[in-house]
């Protein structure tokens, strides 16, 4: 693709390009390098070392030169993500984008089940990878870089997926990497404390988020809210305010209504109010917040086209997405559960949550992030106080900090909890308090099966670490 057509302006001379990065080491001969201004890092200082690797052209901010020709953008970030999209042009035909602070890969997850048994090619793209029927890839972040994104839309499309839910992140919005997707739908979620370490203030978190529904979204598209979820009338307003049509859901939705949620030993027994009538359907899902990521992915289906008579019924059979309420093992009438919680409202929403299905204690075990929001350490651990029967802090992604340190901060919001820094001696520990009935909650890193210490990614799974626990536990027993 000439440089003049993948930029959209005239331009020369104008090469040939064979490829977009953003990544100066990744540079092959023909290739568009994007100097992107980074935190701790200006890509502009690497020009030099991508003409070197063969690049045709440089797309940088004004001030920027190169002996290359170059696209000069006051937004390079948001030029790139357009870039990529005329490079990699096709997509799924419908794109559901789902942003919010918790709950975005389950709904994710449920609308691709649904549309798959309604007989549609459906796929996920978020923190879990990009995944459909033909199609399987890992991803770095919950929204990739734009040329991966892009390229990562391009070959699910090739692989046939028409119906894509896809998780979008604070980051990714702010960072422009989702510009260019075609959003036919966007869902939001909630919005709860979290990425204050990235984000200047909670008013510019939500801005960020806000990015879906006002600037990318099309003009045509569907907007579908959880009326539950703090931060909905926000998002509501903005949606009105470009007359889009607005499907809410939720306890307090007006078109998916949810009238009563019963946990179940193994389930949800669900009663939703749709369309005129009460519908009642029994899902196998743990936790009664589930209800609303449900009831928001019947309302990403319905805005694809689909009726809620055809869609309900299908919750029967819906699977959860891996980490999160995840039920890995159990012990003499004991469960043990791990989830992906790793925020104080996510953390006090999966323990009220467990706790129905808990005929005993509910134990939680929890950690905080290294190099993230630390102020949310000592209020992560104030709702693990305030809602677990017994505490257990320890190491979560410790990173580049002490994790001592992290543990000490959490600790102050949970100062009778057990501290134990080695994650697998904590859940080693919560497996031998089990009593008959009691629920052991595993809490932070959910899906994730490594541990970051340092530089490094030690292998670690919570679900296999939890497992053979419980495995070992009931040895001991036995003997």
Do not use: C
């Not at 009563?260 to 030993?265: D, G, K, L, V, Y």
């Not at 369309?275 to 936790?287: D, M």
């Not at 939680?364 to 693990?384: N, S």
């Amino acid at each position: 693709m000439k440089l003049s057509e993948l930029s959209g302006e005239a331009i020369s001379p104008d090469p040939v390009i064979a490829g977009l990065t953003a990544d100066s080491r990744a540079v092959t001969r023909g290739f568009l390098f994007a100097a992107l201004p980074g935190v701790t890092m200006d890509g502009a200082k690497f020009i030099g070392q991508a003409e070197e690797r063969g690049a045709a052209a440089v797309l940088a901010r004004p001030g920027v030169t190169s002996r290359l020709p170059i696209v000069i953008d006051d937004e390079p970030r948001r030029r790139l993500a357009q870039m990529a999209a005329r490079f990699f042009p096709r997509q799924p035909e419908t794109i559901a984008g789902i942003t919010g602070t918790n709950g975005k890969t389950s709904t994710a997850r449920f609308a691709a089940q649904l549309w798959s048994r309604l007989g549609r090619a459906s796929g996920s793209l978020g923190t879990l990878g990009a995944q459909a029927a033909r199609y399987d890839r890992k991803l770095i972040h919950t929204t990739p870089d734009p040329v991966m994104l892009h390229e990562t839309l391009h070959q699910m499309s090739d692989a046939g997926v028409t119906h894509l839910a896809m998780e979008v992140s604070s980051h990714g919005l702010a960072q422009h990497r989702a510009d260019g997707v075609k959003f036919n739908i966007a869902a939001f979620t909630n919005i709860t404390q979290d990425h204050l370490d990235y984000h200047a203030s909670f008013d510019d978190y939500l801005a960020a988020k806000a990015r879906l529904f006002d600037e990318l979204l099309a003009d045509d598209g569907v907007v579908v809210v959880n009326a539950d979820g703090e931060g909905a009338d926000d998002i509501i307003r903005i949606a009105k305010q470009r007359g889009l049509r607005v499907i809410t859901t939720g306890a307090e939705g007006e078109d998916i209504k949810i009238l009563h949620a019963e946990p179940q030993m193994n389930g949800l027994e669900l009663s939703i109010f749709v369309e005129g009538g009460k519908r009642n359907v029994r899902t196998p899902l743990i936790g009664a917040f589930q209800a609303e990521n449900a009831a928001l992915a019947i309302g990403l289906v319905m805005a694809s086209g689909f009726e809620a008579y055809e869609i309900i019924p299908l919750l029967e059979n819906v699977s959860g997405a891996p980490g999160r309420m995840q039920n890995v093992s159990g012990i003499h009438g004991a469960g043990v559960f791990v989830d992906y919680a790793h925020t104080p409202d996510a953390v006090a929403t999966a323990l009220k949550a467990i706790r129905p299905h808990a005929k005993g204690r509910v134990i939680a075990i929890i950690g905080a992030g290294g190099d993230r929001d630390k102020a949310k350490r000592p209020l992560m651990g104030a709702a693990a106080h305030e809602n677990a029967d017994v505490v257990i802090v320890t190491d979560d992604n410790p990173r580049s900090e002490d994790p001592a340190a992290i543990r000490s901060e959490v600790l102050k919001g949970s100062p009778d909890a057990k501290e134990i820094g080695d994650r697998g001696e904590a859940i080693a520990a919560g497996v031998a308090m089990l009593e008959d009935g009691d629920v052991l909650l595993i809490l932070g890193k959910g899906h994730e099966t490594g541990q970051v210490v340092g530089d490094q990614t030690l292998p670690f799974d919570d679900a296999e670490v939890g497992t053979r626990a419980v495995a070992n536990r009931i040895r001991e027993l036995g003997r």
